[in-house]
């Protein structure tokens, strides 16, 4: 989908937006349950930095119809706020002596394959719900790292479509001359709508009535003799 074709809330079919959510949601279940907001001030950084995560890749993915650089910087603002929150919780699980779960764990194995095909929130409130907090931790900690892979991913991507394409100053300065030099019909998108001399058939623009040549006036013709 072109850029200025997206349509209102289609960040919402991002892949990577999908798995942030999930973070967020876990982030928050684990605090509710685990951490103290009225006298640990992690419990709000933490909620905050999932929250980051997830709302930079909205505003990123909406600002690119205005700006290639905007879209970049809160896209890495985006990972750089997930991997804060990467940290948080490994602290969490060091501090208290609780395991975190490396590569060759048997949970991990068992879950890493499963949450690379779910990106719905409720799949990982059915997974979490009663379990410890070194468990939920761990999941979280796994299911950071996915997002993490898919924003780098998504960056790379970024990154491309501004080499192959320009920035949005670039690209609407191309469309102007391309404009101007008749290479945008009529009928492109662009001026369509906003053409004044026939907007209900754009292609075959109709010239304007020109009216009696105002320094040589008509004279009425005079009645024929009877």
Request: net charge neutral.
């Amino acid at each position: 989908m072109e850029d200025d074709e997206r349509k209102i809330d289609s960040y919402k079919t991002l892949k990577v937006y999908q798995k942030t959510i999930c973070v967020f949601d876990i982030t928050c279940y684990f605090v509710d349950h685990f951490l103290d907001r009225g006298h640990d001030r992690t419990a709000d950084q933490m909620q905050q930095a999932a929250r980051s995560g997830k709302q930079n890749i909205v505003e990123g993915y909406s600002d690119a119809e205005g700006s290639t650089d905007s879209e970049h910087k809160l896209t890495v603002i985006a990972k750089g706020s997930l991997e804060e929150l990467k940290e948080d919780f490994q602290d969490y699980l060091r501090i208290h002596g609780l395991t975190i779960w490396d590569q060759e764990h048997e949970k991990y194995k068992a879950c890493v394959p499963r949450f690379k095909k779910h990106n719905d929130t409720a799949y990982y409130m059915r997974q979490i719900n009663g379990r410890s907090a070194e468990d939920i931790a761990n999941i979280a900690l796994i299911v950071i790292y996915q997002a993490l892979s898919m924003l780098h991913g998504y960056i790379k991507y970024i990154n491309r479509k501004f080499l192959e394409q320009g920035g949005v100053k670039e690209q609407r300065y191309w469309k102007r001359v391309q404009y101007r030099d008749g290479r945008f019909g009529r009928d492109s998108r662009f001026g369509r709508e906003q053409d004044p001399n026939n907007p209900t058939n754009p292609t075959e623009p109709t010239t304007p009535t020109i009216p009696n040549n105002p320094t040589e006036p008509t004279t009425p013709k005079k009645p024929l003799k009877q």
